[in-house]
């Protein structure tokens, strides 16, 4: 081979090798550059995968927050409406207990009322029973009179001399003190008579009716009065059981100083009480120190229902007994 082709065939060699370490070169710098943009975007992915994790996480803390949230909304909204319900009861309860409190009432009007009126019936029976008197005292005053013997008559000088003659003679004065003292005991024996056919006129027969009267009056007198201690007694009794009802059902033990003023105190707190005045229709809540204690429910409830107070007092009472058993007697 000549000097010419050999020269030749080493710049194809040459060349040739160039050609491939530029050309391996340029390939492992794209190679390269291709490689760190993929680890770019590895890593890129890798912070937003890790922060979508992150987001996942919080999220899921967030609805377990959310879920907790909601059960406990869920129980009080349960726990509203049982409070409601037994405030609709209580409402209920407390108007019954209202109702029979003006029966009752009405019933101890109409005690009183025939207390009046036997109180009438007495002194009407008492002023009859002096008419009474009366009669009897003037009926005797005039039987006395009539009764009365006639007073002994002198005999005159005329008389005095014919008695004294010694001689049988038989005289008949014009007017004999005997015969006018049988005919004067006759004529009392025929008014006595006649009193007790006819009742002495007028004066007899209202003696006979004011006696019917009287006995009429002292029958009704004692009926009203065997009425009124069944009454009291019943009313007694009945007061008795109506409060131990009004006490099972309400849990309020309600005791009245007068028809003004009311004390009442909770079978949950028996040594507390709220006291009330009433006047008119209206119940007002009297300031105290245990009244203080509940002004929260006083502004949520007052004056605008009384019994929803009263109620949700209960209930409070009630959840703190159920909170702490130990302090319930």
């Known amino acids: 081979m000549s000097s010419d082709e050999e020269n030749e065939a080493e710049a194809s060699r040459i060349f040739t090798q160039r050609s491939n370490l530029e050309f391996n070169h340029e390939f492992l710098g794209?190679?390269?550059?291709?490689?760190i943009e993929n680890d770019k975007k590895i890593r890129d992915m890798t912070l937003e995968l890790n922060k979508a994790r992150e987001e996942v996480d919080e999220y899921r803390q967030k609805a377990e927050e959310y879920g907790s949230r909601l059960k406990e909304i869920n129980k009080k909204e349960h726990e509203s409406e049982l409070a409601i319900k037994l405030l609709k009861e209580?409402?209920?309860?407390?108007?019954?207990?209202?109702?029979?409190?003006?029966?009752?009432?009405?019933?101890?009007?109409?005690?009183?009322?025939?207390?009046?009126?036997?109180?009438?019936?007495?002194?009407k029976i008492a002023e009859l029973d002096e008419q009474i008197k009366d009669l009897k005292n003037r009926n005797t005053i005039e039987l006395d009179k009539s009764m009365k013997a006639p007073e002994p008559r002198v005999l005159t000088p005329t008389e005095e001399q014919t008695l004294t003659e010694p001689s049988v003679l038989l005289c008949h004065l014009k007017n004999n003190p005997f015969?006018?003292?049988?005919?004067?005991?006759?004529?009392?024996?025929?008014?006595?008579?006649?009193?007790?056919s006819v009742g002495?006129?007028?004066?007899?027969?209202?003696?006979?009716?004011?006696?019917?009267?009287?006995?009429?009056?002292?029958?009704?007198?004692?009926?009203?009065?065997?009425?009124?201690?069944?009454?009291?007694?019943?009313?007694?009794?009945?007061?008795?059981?109506?409060?131990?009802?009004?006490?099972?059902?309400?849990?309020?033990?309600?005791k009245m100083r007068n028809e003004e003023y009311i004390e009442v105190s909770s079978v949950y707190d028996p040594s507390?009480?709220?006291?009330?005045?009433?006047?008119?229709?209206?119940?007002?809540v009297l300031d105290n120190e245990y009244a203080r204690n509940w002004i929260h429910l006083m502004q949520t409830y007052l004056p605008g229902s009384l019994p929803s107070f009263m109620s949700a007092t209960t209930i409070e009472l009630y959840m703190k007994q159920a909170k702490n058993p130990q302090k319930k007697k």
């Open 30 to 35: 794209r190679k390269s550059v291709k490689k």
């Open 200 to 254: 002495s006129e007028v004066d007899c027969q209202k003696l006979l009716e004011a006696a019917e009267e009287i006995q009429k009056l002292k029958q009704e007198i004692t009926k009203l009065m065997e009425q009124r201690e069944r009454a009291a007694t019943f009313t007694a009794e009945s007061a008795r059981r109506y409060r131990e009802i009004v006490r099972f059902i309400t849990g309020y033990d309600i």
């Open 179 to 196: 015969s006018l003292a049988v005919k004067e005991f006759q004529e009392n024996e025929a008014k006595k008579r006649k009193l007790d």
């Open 272 to 284: 507390n009480q709220f006291s009330f005045q009433r006047i008119g229709k209206e119940m007002n």
């Open 90 to 123: 209580e409402l209920g309860r407390l108007r019954d207990v209202e109702k029979n409190y003006d029966g009752l009432k009405e019933d101890y009007g109409k005690i009183m009322r025939e207390k009046k009126e036997n109180e009438i019936l007495r002194k």
